[in-house]
């Protein structure tokens, strides 16, 4: 069907300069959109889905007032964060207090663009998706710096120090899960990742989701979770919103949408890491069970049921623990997740050279 809409594009008009440079740009851009469209849909309702489980786990209504059960309470708080008058530090350095919250939204966005919903369904499926996906977030960090210096506030800049050394720590034990996915795949192509677990003995019976990276890297699977939580300054790791002292973090002098958008650019980093632990983890878009009753349900319904699963399980988290300290955050990922990677790097290693090797 998509061959289908690119092919009648290119044949609405049979001029070259139609076919060969401007609906080109137009395909590009209509990919875009369906790809941007429903995930701030995605994003603005994660807002009321974490407010009503939080709800539904601490034995209270969660928004219940604007709309049907309160469905549009997400568009009521987008009018009202519109309308919010913007107020702009008089000693902040005005350039850089605008492009703060740009570099932040920015790279939780685009990195979608190397992210397969289906076989090769992708923006650009590019071999070395992996890597691209990792080089663009590595760029939110530029975002929270920028943010609580050019604020001009001691309160910003502290909280954009902790932020940034905490993102930079747990972003070294996520690179190193990311390298033992791709060392078990053969691949940085996230198509291939999946598509590798989808073979072995276990989907050979049937029973495919025995096949998922989640069973043989099981502790680097944790250590992908707990680090993600930890690298979007999701509770318990939000110290960055408050310790000592209870504020915004680097974003305390923002107000109206340039707050608004920090907001978002939490909220779709959330999308982000989920839909990477079901693709690189729990086999994308690939149906559990391998049955005429799991396999007539569409691969983008799975892997959305998938990433549903695992954005629920940060609000889980955020309901169950108390926040940590800012030294224990840390401790936990120098002292312990980074060794941990670096060790089962190393099984995995040998593994792989064995002849018990299961990723043949």
Same mark, same amino acid.
């Given at each position: ?17 139609? %076919? ?13 959109? $369906? ?14 889905? @974490? ?22 309470? !997400?568009? /009521? ?5 519109? %309308?919010? @008058?913007?107020?702009? !530090? %008089? ?5 850089? *207090?605008?492009?703060? !919250? $740009? ?7 685009? /990195?979608?663009?190397?992210? !397969? &919903? ?21 760029? @939110? ?15 910003? *800049? ?46 050979? #019976? ?33 110290? $960055? ?11 305390? @002098? ?18 982000? $890491? ?6 690189? *983890? ?23 049921? #998938? ?12 309901? %169950? *623990? ?14 312990? &997740? ?21 990723? #043949?």
């Amino acid at each position: 069907m998509i061959d289908a809409i690119h092919n009648a594009g290119l044949n609405l008009l049979g001029y070259g300069w139609w %076919t060969g440079i401007v609906w080109p740009v137009l395909w590009i851009l209509l990919k875009i959109v $369906v790809i941007l469209a429903p995930l701030m849909g995605a994003v603005a309702y994660l807002t009321l889905w @974490e407010r009503k489980l939080l709800g539904f786990m601490q034995v209270r209504h969660g928004p219940n007032r604007v709309g049907p059960m309160g469905l549009l309470q !997400p568009i /009521a708080d987008a009018l009202k964060l519109l %309308t919010k @008058e913007i107020i702009q !530090p %008089t000693a902040a350095s005005k350039g850089l *207090f605008v492009l703060g !919250p $740009v570099m932040a939204i920015m790279p939780a966005l685009a /990195a979608w663009v190397a992210i !397969p &919903f289906g076989p090769d369904v992708a923006l650009a499926n590019v071999n070395a998706g992996l890597l691209l996906v990792m080089a663009i977030t590595s760029i @939110e960090v530029y975002g929270v710096i920028i943010a609580g210096w050019a604020s001009n506030s001691k309160y910003a *800049f502290l909280g954009a120090l902790r932020a940034s050394a905490q993102m930079v720590s747990y972003e070294i034990a996520m690179g190193f899960c990311f390298l033992v996915v791709i060392m078990v795949s053969g691949s940085m192509n996230l198509t291939e990742i999946v598509m590798g677990q989808g073979r072995g003995m276990a989907a050979d #019976k049937g029973l495919v989701f025995l096949s998922w990276n989640w069973l043989p890297l099981l502790p680097i699977f944790l250590v992908y979770l707990i680090s993600g939580v930890a690298e979007t300054n999701r509770h318990p790791f939000d110290v $960055v919103e408050g310790e000592a002292e209870i504020v915004a973090g680097h974003m305390v @002098e923002y107000s109206g949408m340039g707050f608004a958008i920090f907001f978002l650019a939490e909220y779709a980093s959330m999308w982000l $890491v989920s839909i990477l632990a079901a693709l690189m *983890f729990l086999g994308g878009w690939l149906s559990p069970i391998d049955s005429a009753l799991f396999n007539w349900i569409p691969g983008w319904i799975w892997l959305g049921l #998938k990433t549903f699963l695992v954005v629920s399980m940060f609000i889980w988290i955020r309901a %169950t *623990f108390p926040r940590f300290r800012y030294d224990q955050i840390m401790r936990l990922g120098w002292k312990i &997740f980074i060794p941990v990677t670096l060790v089962w790097l190393l099984i995995v290693g040998g593994w792989l050279l064995s002849p018990w090797n299961i990723w #043949k």
